[in-house]
């Protein structure tokens, strides 16, 4: 038990550490528990609007909007407007999903190859 611990406390400590694979940890944790926020939001959203007349048209303009920069090509203002409008139906819509770093998963084989090692040390047995 001290064994399986100690690695799960190695793999906690790297998640908290400042580096590429620390940082993602927990922006990945951040987006998590704003997709789960957002998804309510989006949930209660058409009650709101039907409530409020003036999010309604706000809303529908910014639809608008997106709509015709995407007939027009135009990319980044279709994002613009759809960003826009996510956040009019929760503010934790516009957290996007963060980018892994490019050395993520050698990072994740050396961690676990230091929880291994933590694991193996606290609870005294050897690896065979």
Known sequence: MTGLRAGEAERQAAAKEDTPYGRHRRAAMTYETAKLKCQQGQQTFPTRMAADEKLADQYG????????????????????????????????????????????????????????????KASGFTRS
Do not use: H, W
């Open 61 to 120: 303009v910014l639809v608008n909007k997106m709509v015709d920069a995407q007939g027009r090509g135009d990319n980044r203002a279709y994002l613009a407007y759809n960003d826009s409008a996510m956040a009019m139906q929760d503010p934790n819509c516009v957290i996007k999903e963060p980018k892994q770093p490019d050395d993520f998963y050698e990072t994740e084989r050396a961690i676990e190859t230091r929880a291994e090692k933590a694991s193996i």
